[in-house]
């Protein structure tokens, strides 16, 4: 049974923090990339302000992190997921940030964090009514 108990929390964990992971290495990937326009649609980077890019970058981040926190954990952190999805997305926003300080021909600003932390909230909040509970 206690075996049973463990696996079914091994698939919760891997279900909701899976895709948290992933989009999180995907950023980071993106932010690697001395010129990432050269890996994205060039109409992304021509008709689209690079603040909107980061707030709908990070509005995915935090509606997954929203995700994660309301139902891949259990007891305090769950019912305050939101509180904690839109802190771990901002704070990985602030990593972000140094990251591409040190990559060539990229820059790191503080308004890039907020249009980051902006759209993190927006994710989370949007998230959170997607589904509520």
């Known amino acids: 049974m206690r075996d049973t ?17 992933l989009y ?13 326009e050269e890996q994205l649609p060039s109409l992304m980077f021509e008709e689209v302000s690079d ?23 259990s007891g305090q952190v769950a019912s305050q997921a939101l509180l904690f999805a839109i802190i771990a997305a901002s704070l990985y926003g602030i990593t972000d940030e140094v990251h591409q300080f040190f990559v060539p021909f990229r820059e790191s600003s503080w308004q890039d ?17 997607v589904r509520p509970g």
């Open 5 to 21: 108990a463990r696996q079914g929390m091994l698939v919760q964990v891997f279900w909701y923090w899976a895709p948290v992971v």
């Open 24 to 36: 999180a290495g995907m950023i980071f990937y993106l932010s690697s990339q001395s010129h990432p």
């Open 51 to 73: 603040k909107v890019l980061h707030a709908v970058e990070y509005a995915v981040l935090g509606g997954l992190c929203y995700r994660a926190f309301r139902w891949g954990v």
């Open 113 to 129: 964090w907020v249009a980051d932390t902006a759209g993190a909230t927006i994710g989370a909040i949007s998230w959170r009514f």
